[in-house]
């Protein structure tokens, strides 16, 4: 790393590369004691892009994007709810599905809970699942070095997602998995990954993906851009959602305003047409729903033959607090136990008054008619 480069550096760029290093230096000390760093990284997330991160990066991740990503790897806090049931669920899984895999294939896998760091490249990590080796006396690290041929990641999902998987033994495997998986034979060197996935709580597939060592290049070239560009530059991704957007700008500024260049109002145009072309769209499916809900009538299922198209199932009721009778008869209790949350910004389409006066002529026209 050139130092003189990094003199000038603003204090939380300089904390950033200070928490690399750390992260670098923990990952030989634990190399050498065949531990990966685990002492020493097991209190917080190793400073890094870990494979669960890797797809987020691409734009590939279901759960996340490069800027909330990025907003985590800057320190910046941002709203959780508690932990979805899933991956809770998957985690309590994945000892029976490595049990399960090694019924299957013969292999012995090997738990490896400490983060392995790759050896040219400090900022990437990966907490693999298992590691997998042909008898059980056989290695699967020796002094630091991961020995072991292969690796295995363990995964639920629910039988509404089977499609989503290629048949048992195939390598077709989400694109957010594939990523995963590529990243953790590029930081351990193994051979090949096997994706064991227990499918609805009924069936188990496993899916051998061997080394590409193209797409590990761009996975480090993608990987590399980011790390230095975006998080030691301290600059953020560009927002690929709303949420995005809200992340990096939560609050406005009281009577500021920006002017709107052409290319500007032209997204601005296209965003109008495209609401509007939804909007139809959501109408059109409101009432091609109600017409097949009117066919059912009070059934709850609705076939053709032996096959279940549709479901129209009465929910479990449920109990609320009712805070306006709360705030009314125990208005202490009731304050006791209120927070004051902070407003989101809302964004407001403004129809130009040409578009308003001719959309009130459309109007009086049609009722007119």
């Given amino acids: 790393m050139n ?25 030989e000390e634990g190399a050498k004691e065949g531990t990966g760093g685990r002492e020493s990284q097991a209190a917080r997330r190793p400073f890094g892009i870990g494979g669960s991160d890797v797809a987020a990066l691409l734009g590939l991740s279901p759960h996340r994007t490069a800027l909330e990503l990025w907003a985590d790897l800057m320190g910046r806090p941002q709203p959780r709810g508690p932990e979805p049931l899933h991956l809770r669920f998957g985690r309590h899984s994945e000892p029976f599905v490595a049990d399960e895999y090694e019924l299957r294939t013969g292999l012995v896998a090997v738990a490896h809970p400490s983060p392995i760091f790759h050896r040219l490249h400090g900022f990437m990590f990966g907490h ?18 991961v020995t072991a041929r292969g690796l295995l990641e363990c995964k639920t999902a629910s039988a509404f997602s089977r499609s989503a998987w290629g048949e048992d033994g195939s390598d077709l495997v989400p694109p957010h998995y594939l990523a995963q998986c590529a990243w953790y034979m590029a930081v351990t060197g193994c051979a090949w990954a096997d994706l064991a996935v227990l499918i609805g709580n009924s069936e188990l597939r496993v899916h051998r993906i061997e080394r590409d060592a193209e797409l590990e290049g761009v996975l480090i070239e993608r990987a590399t851009g980011f790390w230095h560009d975006n998080v030691l530059g301290c600059r953020p991704p560009e927002p690929r959602t709303a949420a995005d957007a809200a992340l990096l700008y939560p609050r406005s500024a009281a009577g500021r305003s920006v002017q709107a260049g052409p290319e500007v109002v032209a997204l601005l145009d296209r965003y109008r047409r495209r609401c509007e072309e939804a909007a139809r769209i959501r109408l059109e499916c409101d009432e091609l729903r109600a017409s097949v809900l009117a066919h ?48 989101a910004r809302r964004f407001l389409l403004k129809e130009p008054a040409a578009s308003r006066a001719t959309s009130a002529s459309s109007q009086l026209a049609g009722t007119a008619l």
């Avoid at 750390?22 to 990952?27: D, E, Q, S």
């Fill in 3 to 27: 130092t003189h480069k990094h003199q000038a550096q603003a204090p939380r760029e300089a904390a950033l590369l200070t928490d690399l290093d750390h992260a670098a230096r923990a990952a």
């Fill in 128 to 145: 693999v699942d298992r590691l997998v080796v042909g008898h059980p006396d056989e290695p699967a690290v020796i002094d630091g070095r």
């Fill in 296 to 343: 059912m009538g009070d059934a709850e299922e609705l076939r053709a033959g032996p096959t279940v198209l549709a479901t129209w199932r009465s929910a479990r009721g449920s109990r609320r607090i009712d805070t306006a009778a709360l705030e009314a008869d125990l208005p202490e209790v009731a304050a006791r136990y209120s927070v004051q949350s902070a407003g």
